[in-house]
């Protein structure tokens, strides 16, 4: 298989729709996943085009986390570095997702493990197929969650569940992850695609130099005062106020109809 089939990138209405490919191995990474999961969105930053992302997993399974088989002891030689490989694949590939500033639906098909479950959630608006499990399954191979998972599940969950999650393993189902408030919807299976290339779409139809800007200051206001929100969402409001989306959007309320907004 080669890079580009490793991850399945399509783009239709504004919509980059990226597949994780590699179902005999439930999309497990490697290498060139991992370089294709980053060519992927680092076109969603680069081309107009684009105005979201839809990120998802091709068979039964979203993503098993690391490929194992790359990893196995009984090859010999010195242990892998691992620092190394979080810095030359999984951060790059983390900090382009976040800084987008377009938005990133995922559409959880299956079983999302280690890493797979950590980028998940690494993605805007989650939405997952009510037959699919979270599993932090580092503990069971003696690692620690990585892909920014000790960040998000502490942020989001607190520490009480992030620390149960992480240190038992214990799967977490789609219900439960959305009751949680872990994502943003658990949906029949059947209709887990229709319903997350609607949101794609509507999201890559609307004004998105507006949403980009919205992202940055969710994002930004965990770690910021109120002064420096307050601050900040006066810059980002004045940049929105001069974007042809913004003029499109009144015009339309004032002329009942709906909005055709070009994302500028
Ligand atoms: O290394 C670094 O660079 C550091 C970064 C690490 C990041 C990480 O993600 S570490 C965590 C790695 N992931 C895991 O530990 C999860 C391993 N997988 C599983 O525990 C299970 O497969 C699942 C719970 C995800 C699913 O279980 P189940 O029963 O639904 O499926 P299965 O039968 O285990 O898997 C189906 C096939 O996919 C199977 O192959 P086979 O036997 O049919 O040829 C299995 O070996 C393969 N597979 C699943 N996960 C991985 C994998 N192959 C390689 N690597 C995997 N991670």
């Known amino acids: 298989m080669t890079r580009s089939e490793t991850v399945l990138s399509a783009l239709a209405d504004g919509v980059l729709t990226l597949t994780l490919n590699r179902p005999d191995k439930l999309n497990s990474f490697n290498e060139d996943m991992h370089r294709a999961l980053r060519e992927g969105i ?51 590939t983390l900090r382009l997702i976040r800084s987008l500033e377009k938005p990133v639906v995922c559409a959880v098909n299956g079983v999302a493990a280690g890493a797979g479950a950590n980028i998940a959630l690494a993605c805007d608006i989650v939405l997952a197929a009510k037959s699919a499990r979270f599993i932090q399954a580092f503990a069971r191979i003696g690692l620690i969650p990585d892909a920014g998972g000790t960040w998000s599940l502490a942020r989001i969950l607190g520490e009480p569940r992030a620390k149960a999650l992480t240190l038992t ?81 009144v015009t339309a309320f004032l002329e009942k109809r709906s909005a055709r907004f070009s994302g500028r």
């Not at 196995?72 to 694949?89: I, Q, W």
Request: net charge negative; proline share 5%; aromatic share 4%.
């Open 42 to 92: 680092r076109r969603a930053h680069d081309d107009s085009a684009v105005r979201a992302v839809l990120l998802t997993g091709a068979g039964r399974g979203f993503c098993a986390g690391q490929d194992l088989g790359d990893r196995d002891p009984r090859r010999g030689g010195p242990a892998p570095d691992l620092g190394h490989t979080l810095d030359m694949f999984y951060n790059p």
């Open 169 to 249: 393993a214990e799967p977490l189902m789609a219900e439960k992850a959305a009751d949680w408030g872990l994502i943003w919807k658990a949906v029949d299976d059947a209709d887990l695609m229709d319903q997350a290339q609607a949101l794609a779409a509507s999201l890559a139809a609307g004004p998105t130099l507006g949403l980009g800007l919205t992202k940055r200051l969710i994002q930004d206001a965990a770690t910021n005062s109120l002064d420096q929100q307050l601050d900040a969402e006066r810059d980002a409001q004045q940049q929105a106020g001069r974007s042809a989306d913004y003029a499109e959007g």
